[in-house]
């Protein structure tokens, strides 16, 4: 017993030990913009649609947190998030890939003087359920709590949507896993997840699409 004690603190111990040296890598803007082959053919073209699981537009990443957009990939990586396109490009990336790419995207098209929206105003019919949101996406759904967390105001209504169903579905393909968000979106029903996308989506926000030549 005093042995497997000993291995599960040692095993947690190098858990604690690889997660603080992921926490410490730190991204290079410069050395991101060299790195985003595989992301400008989808995130810098306006108004480009995925297909899968349904037709939607790709979201805004230019002006994102960058440490959001560092653990969407990782988590992508991981396999918590499932998406297939997405898993297969974030299992290539590194630590230091990844890093790169979120400093990139956080800071591109980024304006230093622009003020932050208001507090959001919000819609009586989901007031109960949007209040709960602010706690981690911010009053205004644009300057979060964390950087962790992502900006959501003036995101595509139709990747919300996905997004949100994303956290109600548990399939080999299909599906997001992050506990938190599972149980906020576990309750919403579908008319419930496309009044709060619409609602968002409508938001002044930070977020662009970019375009970008692919030959450089």
């Known amino acids: ?13 190098m858990f604690t030990l690889s997660t ?6 730190k991204g290079d803007a410069q050395a991101g913009a060299k790195k985003n082959a595989m992301c400008i ?7 480009y649609q995925a297909s899968f699981p349904q037709v939607y537009k790709v979201p805004m990443i230019s002006g994102q947190n960058a440490k959001y957009i ?25 630590d230091q890939d990844i890093a790169d790419l979120a400093a990139y995207y956080g800071a591109h098209g980024a304006v230093a003087s ?16 949007l209040t709960a949101c602010t706690a981690c996406h911010g009053v205004n759904f644009n300057n979060t709590t964390d950087p962790a967390n992502p900006r ?33 979106a576990k309750p919403l029903s579908d008319g419930e ?24």
């Open 152 to 184: 959501l105001a003036g995101q595509h209504a139709d990747y919300l949507y996905v997004a949100l169903k994303a956290y109600q579905t548990n399939t080999p393909s299909v599906g997001r896993s992050n506990a938190t968000m599972v149980g906020m």
């Open 114 to 129: 622009a003020a932050a929206p208001a507090a959001a105003e919000l819609p009586a019919s989901l007031k109960d359920k």
């Open 1 to 13: 017993m005093k042995k497997a004690t000993s291995l599960l603190l040692a095993l947690a111990a």
């Open 20 to 25: 603080a040296r992921a926490d410490e890598v």
């Open 193 to 216: 997840i496309k009044q709060i996308a619409a609602f968002l989506s409508g938001l002044p926000t930070e977020l662009k699409t970019i375009p970008q030549s692919k030959f450089r």
């Open 41 to 47: 053919g989808c995130h810098s073209i306006p108004g």
């Open 70 to 94: 560092a653990s969407a990939l990782d988590a992508y990586r991981k396999g918590d998030r499932k998406h297939p396109t997405m898993k297969g490009i974030a299992a290539s990336l590194t």
